[in-house]
C-alpha cells in the first residue's frame, strides 16, 4: 500500500499564500488519481482538489476554486497543493488521499489510502 507524507503546512496571514507537498512511496505513483481533503475544528472532512494519474483531469471543490491549484511531479511522487488568496476559514488539518486503481478516471469516491495531515491555520 502506498505512504503518504504531508509537509508544508504553517501559520500565515488572510490573503497570502502556502504550498503543501504529499510525499508518496512506491513505484506506481505515477498511475494513481491523487487527492487533497480537509478537516476544519469540529467539522467533518471536506473535499478540496483531486488530480488524476496524468495531470489531465482536476476538479475542485467551489470553495477554492480559483484560488487554490493542484499539480503533481510524477518524476518525484509528489503532489502539490498551491494556496493562494487563503482566508480564515481555510484554516484545517490537509490530507494528502490517493486512489490506488491504476490508470482509471477520477472518481474520489477512490481516494481512500491517507496521509496524516498537515496543519494550515489563516490569521485574520
Known amino acids: 500500500q502506498v505512504q503518504l507524507v504531508e509537509s508544508g503546512g504553517g501559520l500565515v496571514q488572510a490573503g497570502g499564500s502556502l504550498r503543501l507537498s504529499c510525499a508518496a512511496s512506491?513505484?506506481?505513483?505515477?498511475?494513481?488519481?491523487m487527492g487533497w481533503f480537509r478537516q476544519a475544528p469540529g467539522k467533518g472532512r471536506e473535499f478540496v482538489a483531486a488530480?488524476?494519474?496524468?495531470?489531465?483531469?482536476?476538479t475542485y471543490a467551489d470553495s477554492v476554486k480559483g484560488r487554490f491549484i493542484v499539480s503533481r511531479d510524477n518524476a518525484k511522487n509528489t503532489v502539490y497543493l498551491q494556496m493562494n488568496s487563503l482566508k480564515p476559514e481555510d484554516t484545517a488539518v490537509y490530507y494528502c488521499a490517493a486512489d490506488q486503481r491504476s490508470y482509471r478516471d477520477l472518481d474520489i469516491r477512490y481516494l481512500e489510502v491517507w496521509g496524516r495531515g498537515t496543519l494550515v491555520t489563516v490569521s485574520s
Open positions: 488530480i488524476n494519474w496524468s495531470g489531465r483531469s482536476i
Open positions: 512506491g513505484r506506481t505513483f505515477s498511475t494513481y488519481a
